[in-house]
């Protein structure tokens, strides 16, 4: 991994550097003991040094992976790749598949593809977003702990904004934001509810197609609360279609109809997948060949 050093950051030393670019203690710490972990224009320093205009600053991050994972087993099962270089990977996840590994999914997971797909190096699972198991689209995953590190900043700061396609209940006509806290529901590990004492949370959607049974929906979550496009668009009377935890099961479509269309993750590119057939057949069947515009 290397920086080029701009007249802006000149004087810094590389500790105060890394830090600004979301290097944590823990992983200087392990950089610092990897040997040549920390160069200059190809010459060992330590973090004290002061950095001047055009340096090259270059990190080994090879050996930044440790043994989280440990047990997770490779498996292979059919992903679709959208980008992959050595620092993140994209996939398009498709439903019925678990992002993590839990007590009753141990190996149908994202993960465990993952697992499987760089089965010939070192490989620790780090997903930057979580999608549910029925929820199709992208995930973003860091190939090192030091994007793991930046991914997470960038989420934290609202530098990554994800858009999803949510087939909804109802006319919804107009666009609109929700601002409603999200809490469990009683001791349930899984199921959310609106609640005024519960955890901010804020949704933002666009109405793309409308009609009176259906609606089709842009959604962008500014908040990241468990479930929450699947919470608030029920809070507000219109549930997503196939939603069986928070309306009802449909005949149309066998799992929630929500997909995530489109991550921006600035420098890092912009990413899209496109509608899965079975939402795509879901909007057709009411919409016909009316063009979706998103």
């Not at 160069?39 to 270059?58: A, F, G, K």
């Not at 001791?187 to 519960?198: L, Q, Y």
Request: glycine share 6%; charged share 30%; hydrophobic share 35%.
């Amino acid at each position: 991994m290397e920086f080029v050093i701009l007249k802006e950051n000149e004087g810094q030393t590389i500790k105060e550097f890394l830090r600004e670019k979301h290097i944590s203690a823990g992983l200087l710490k392990r950089l610092k003991k990897i040997e040549n972990g920390i160069t200059v224009n190809s010459v060992h320093q330590n973090v004290t040094y002061r950095l001047m205009e055009n340096d090259i600053l270059s990190l080994i991050t090879a050996d930044f992976d440790d043994d989280e994972n440990e047990y997770l087993e490779p498996v292979d099962l059919p992903i679709e790749i959208v980008y992959e270089d050595e620092n993140i990977t994209v996939v398009n996840k498709p439903s019925n598949m678990p992002t993590h590994q839990s007590l009753n999914n141990h190996d149908n997971t994202l993960a465990n593809a993952l697992k499987y797909r760089y089965r010939e190096k070192k490989y620790v699972f780090r997903a930057a977003n979580r999608l549910d198991k029925d929820t199709s689209g992208l995930v973003v995953t860091a190939n090192n702990r030091y994007y793991a590190a930046l991914l997470s900043e960038k989420i934290k700061r609202g530098e990554a904004q994800k858009y999803y396609v949510a087939v909804v209940h109802g006319r919804v006509d107009c666009d609109g934001r929700i601002d409603a806290p999200i809490d469990r529901v009683g001791e349930s590990i899984i199921k959310r509810i609106v609640r005024p004492d519960g955890e901010h949370a804020v949704t933002e959607y666009k109405s793309i197609l409308n009609g009176d049974k259906i609606s089709v929906l842009l959604v962008k979550p500014v908040t990241g609360r468990t479930h929450q496009i699947r919470v608030h668009m029920a809070y507000i009377g219109h549930p997503i279609i196939g939603d069986s935890l928070y309306f009802e099961k449909s005949e149309e479509i066998d799992r929630q109809a929500l997909h995530c269309l489109k991550m921006e993750l600035g420098e890092l590119g912009t990413y899209f997948a496109p509608l899965p057939d079975d939402m795509e057949k879901l909007i057709r069947r009411y919409f016909g060949n009316e063009e979706i515009l998103f």
